[in-house]
Antibody
Framework: EVQLVQSGAEVKKPGESLKISCKGSGYSFTSYWIGWVRQMPGKGLEWMGI????????RYSPSFQGQVTISADKSISTAYLQWSSLKASDTAMYYC????????????WGQGTLVTVSS | QSVLTQPPSVSGAPGQRVTISCTGSSSNIGAGYDVHWYQQLPGTAPKLLIY???NRPSGVPDRFSGSKSGTSASLAISGLQAEDEADYYCQSYDSSLSGSRVFGGGTKLTVL
């Protein structure tokens, strides 16, 4: 069974760093892209970026380039999304999702990680 | 402002048929890229509902159907049921933004 299991909810202060994770199982982790999607409170889905764990090829949405870093450790089938200095506006639910290529959909999603940034 | 445009809300009575539109441009839907639809029930992660414009994953009822024409796509839900009340998102690929997947702003379906 394909599963994407994300790390738990986080509460952080502005300026702090954070790295959240997404562990894949039940499939060949290095053969699928993992994307990250932001959903701010009461708002829609926003595509942030995507990584191919097989060779770490990474693409970012222009809206998120330079704001976050996406990485992966294929030895433990885990992708990451990290911030070096959080802002209150980073408060959101973050989902990881799997896709085979650029033109096909995200077929499996993680359960989401809620990140709250507040002083 | 989302690259793909959806109506913020639609509603219908049980048993009725509703449609949700998704309008793009020549760099995404109009360029021939497929449109996919996701259903997000309250408090849950999105779930793939329609892929490749009109295909249903295993387990999705045939009450849900999708179509695409030109720079737009549509999701139709027939025989509306209370459990269909959710947010619906369209998604495609955009050639003007390297590697970019793009989502619609989402449509809230209310079952009256």
């Amino acid at each position: 069974e394909v599963q994407l299991v994300q790390s738990g909810a986080e509460v952080k202060k502005p300026g702090e760093s954070l790295k959240i994770s997404c562990k894949g199982s039940g499939y060949s982790f290095t053969s699928y892209w993992i994307g990250w999607v932001r959903q701010m409170p009461g708002k829609g889905l926003e595509w942030m970026g995507i990584i191919y764990p097989g060779d770490s090829d990474t693409r970012y949405s222009p809206s998120f380039q330079g704001q976050v870093t996406i990485s992966a450790d294929k030895s433990i089938s885990t992708a990451y999304l990290q911030w070096s200095s959080l802002k209150a506006s980073d408060t959101a639910m973050y989902y990881c999702a799997r896709t085979y290529s650029g033109y096909v959909p995200f077929d499996y999603w993680g359960q989401g990680t809620l990140v709250t940034v507040s002083s | 402002q989302s690259v793909l445009t959806q109506p913020p809300s639609v509603s219908g009575a049980p048993g009725q048929r509703v449609t949700i539109s998704c309008t793009g441009s020549s760099s995404n839907i109009g360029a021939g890229y497929d449109v996919h639809w996701y259903q997000q029930l309250p408090g849950t992660a999105p779930k793939l509902l329609i892929y490749g414009n009109s295909n249903r994953p295993s387990g999705v009822p045939d009450r849900f159907s999708g179509s695409k024409s030109g720079t737009s796509a549509s999701l139709a839900i027939s025989g509306l049921q209370a459990e269909d009340e959710a947010d619906y998102y369209c998604q495609s690929y955009d050639s003007s933004l390297s590697g970019s997947r793009v989502f619609g702003g989402g449509t809230k379906l209310t079952v009256l």
